[in-house]
């Protein structure tokens, strides 16, 4: 069996001030993106000896143009056969509850949103559909920090397994 080789990442969702709407992306600018008419929080790939912190940071200010300034680790997902190519995908996701300047016009990545957080852990927003299993998670103020694995296949969770630390 060859080793655990993921694609490491960072995924942050950002709350507004008063803490009722979070921050999203609706996919809609590349062509064949498998993101593509999907909202997602903001994050991306890790750089080569780049920590998770400063990967989450730089990857929320390129996407949003805003700055993080508190923010706390909430879990991490191991997405395995995620990818186009059924690749794996490590995720360390973030929280971001405080942030400072202004967001941009338009985001290479899509189209930014302040999306009510009701409507986040609703149905109704298309999303990845593994994502509703973890994105409870991100703002239950019970939960201090979980760790999930999501297994994909031919683009469909196929599982879910969670370890919760509660708060």
Not at 35 to 52: A, C, D, I, T
Not at 102 to 114: I, Q
Not at 144 to 155: D, R
């Amino acid at each position: 069996m060859s080793p655990y080789q993921p694609v490491l990442a960072t995924l942050a969702y950002a709350f507004d001030a008063a803490r009722r709407r979070v921050l999203m992306i609706y996919k809609d600018s590349r062509l064949g993106d498998t993101e593509r008419s999907k909202y997602n929080g903001v994050g991306g790939k890790l750089e080569p000896g780049e920590n998770v912190v400063a990967g989450m940071r730089r990857e929320f200010t390129e996407e949003t143009g805003l700055t993080a300034t508190v923010h706390s680790l909430r879990g991490t997902v191991s997405w395995p056969g995620f990818g186009p190519n059924q690749e794996s995908w490590f995720g360390f996701v973030f929280r971001v509850d405080a942030w400072t300047g202004r967001l941009l016009e338009h985001s290479p990545e899509g189209r930014l949103e302040w999306v009510d957080l009701d409507r986040v852990l609703s149905s109704e927003l298309p999303m990845w559909p593994g994502d509703r299993h973890f994105l409870p998670l991100v703002f239950d103020p019970t939960v201090a920090s979980f760790h999930g694995v999501l297994p994909y296949e031919n683009g469909r969770p196929v599982g879910w397994e969670v370890d919760l630390t509660p708060a």
